[in-house]
């Protein structure tokens, strides 16, 4: 069954290639990395690192508080990240700077794995959440480099779709790989897909572990101080295309209601950001933007956030927050953030990204779920005029965050002994 697998797979890649090409030409944040889908990066000076895959941003986030206690247990460890995605990149680097090394996942073929792990050579790989990737699994069975794979779940859709693959999927997970799943339903389902039963755990979601550094918080609130005292202000943050139009609806009915209230609006992607100022023109909105240096004035009632890596820092500037990706069937973005912060959410139905953080939010009485504009303006203007109500939903979401944490600390405790026998622990 693998065989057929890798012939798909270089079936399919001349395809994958395309596509990357296509994207690289409208948008440079895609250049300069399909050598490294190829398995072509530096080579590492010493063997011995910390290998932790995080495909995207939210990943990424979950991975940096595993990686800061990963590297204050193991001093002197070299760490290497991977991402598919250059945002995942970007906030890598905003998150590690030079402390940590990034690169991308080859492509899960024979030759760029190979060529990966030859020029990286980890003593531990660690996958964060659920990536199953035959070749490359196999590949580190075969070197003997211990496979961890951290915060793994796997949905009820998934199994099916695997166990029609399920001696291909058996084979995969059968290299001594360890499952750090999230709850004891993942658990189950993994072993329902050919994971062996003594090397799956419940250990629970390391995005619960995530800290927002103070920095970021002292910059919010400095912002709100200086540009919004006494306004009301809520943000709309990584929003799609057709969310905007839908917040900004929302934004004028609030305003109905409290006039001097300020929407931060963060588009997710950047390639949108013209599209976003252009839609503003359109609509006749005074606003400014966080590119230009330029301060939300007296008269403007929208700030766009046109840069990347600051979300955070808007978030504790906001006294609401709606999470975007989720009027539009992308599936929901980071619910953590704002409820670290301790912000009453707001989200639309489309949650299935992180269905179950957001369950967990709405059984806390953190987050609502709306529906159209006129639902989202309604509920931001009900925490206006109740701004104690707002303090104590947001403070629903920190406790249960709170009541959630320990997974890194589980999931160090399965690494270390499999970096130490390696002999590359100092």
Partial sequence: MRAIYVLLTYLIAPVVVAVETWKALWNPEYRGRLHQRFGFVAAQDRPGCLWVHAVSVGEVQAAAALIRDLRRRIPGSEVVITTVTPTGAQRAAALFGNEVRHCYLPYDLPG???????????????????????????????RKVPLVMASARVSTKSVERYR?????????????????????ADAERFRAIGASPGRVSVTGNVKFDMEIPQSSIDAGREFRAHYAPGRPVWIAGSTHEGEEDAVLGAHDLVRSRHPSALLLLVPRHPQRFEAVRTLLRRRGRGYAQRSSGQAPAAGDDVF??????????????????????????????????????GLPMLSGPHTHNAQDIA????????????????????????????????????????????????????????????????????
């Fill in 359 to 426: 369950e967990l939010m709405l059984q806390a009485g953190a987050l609502r779920i709306v529906r159209s504009r006129e639902e989202l303006a309604q509920r931001v203007g009900d925490w206006f005029d109740d701004p104690e109500r707002a303090r104590q939903d947001g403070a629903r979401g920190q406790q249960a965050i709170t009541q959630s944490r320990g997974a890194v600390g589980r999931i160090v405790e399965i690494v270390l002994p499999l970096f130490s026998s390696s002999g590359a622990g100092p």
């Fill in 164 to 184: 029609r693959m399920a001696s291909l999927f058996r084979e995969t997970l059968s290299h001594g790989i360890l499952i750090g799943a999230q709850s004891a």
């Fill in 304 to 341: 766009l956030v046109d840069t990347l890596g600051e979300l955070q820092m808007f978030y504790a500037a906001a006294d609401v927050a709606f999470v975007g990706g989720s009027l539009v069937p992308i599936g929901g973005h980071n619910l953590l953030e704002p409820a670290v912060l």
């Fill in 112 to 142: 760029p794995v190979r060529r990966f792990l030859d020029r990286i050579r980890p003593s531990v790989a660690i996958i964060v959440e659920t990536e199953i990737w035959p070749t490359l699994y196999h590949e580190l069975g075969r």
